[in-house]
């Protein structure tokens, strides 16, 4: 698995209120180990009154919040901090200073399945897609629970460009990513 590195891009979402107003903006970053698998999950959540205990698991596990919660760019997590009251949204070092909420997930060796030779990569993602052929890897799984998209790794190939690249394709089509595993 290797040791701990993180990710250099932050993930923004604004959670939307009646009428179509922020009422929330959502900064995390995956944790990533040495093999791009998902070790854990830094966030924090700002609000009207201010840095909040963040929503990230919640919006992964309650329908009722994760239909009100979209993708944002930078920009959009800007525009709506602004709106909020925050002001000018900090750099992102700054940010990842107020990502105190942090949720270990479960790491484990790749699962060997002996189903191929090359290990592959598959994020789960909670949520529907608007476009569910946004990707050409996304499907279903787990009797209709969740969504994944698989990619696999040629030996030696570094995976972090197309597992962000995927990642952040999904977000724009609505889903929010839940995990990160890697299997043979």
Not at 37 to 57: D, K
């Amino acid at each position: 698995m290797g040791e701990i590195v993180t990710v250099a891009d932050l993930d923004y979402y604004v959670v939307m209120e009646g009428g179509g107003r922020a009422a929330a903006v959502v900064v995390e970053e995956f944790v990533l180990a040495g093999d791009h698998t998902a070790a854990g999950l830094a966030s924090a959540t700002w609000t009207a009154a201010g840095w909040r205990p963040s929503l990230s698991m919640r919006m992964r596990s309650d329908a009722g919040l994760r239909a009100r919660v979209t993708f944002a760019s930078r920009a959009g997590a800007a525009e709506a901090f602004r709106v909020l009251g925050g002001g000018e949204l900090p750099g992102e070092a700054e940010l990842r200073r107020q990502l105190r909420d942090y949720e270990p997930l479960n790491t484990a060796p790749p699962l060997r399945l002996g189903l191929t030779d090359a290990p592959y990569y598959r994020i789960l993602f909670a949520g529907e897609p608007r476009d569910d052929a946004a990707h050409p890897g996304l499907r279903r799984i787990g009797n209709g629970l969740a969504w994944c998209v698989d990619i696999s790794a040629p030996e030696g190939a570094n995976m972090g460009r197309p597992l962000r690249e995927a990642r952040d394709a999904m977000r724009r089509n609505g889903l929010i990513p839940v995990t990160i595993e890697r299997f043979y």
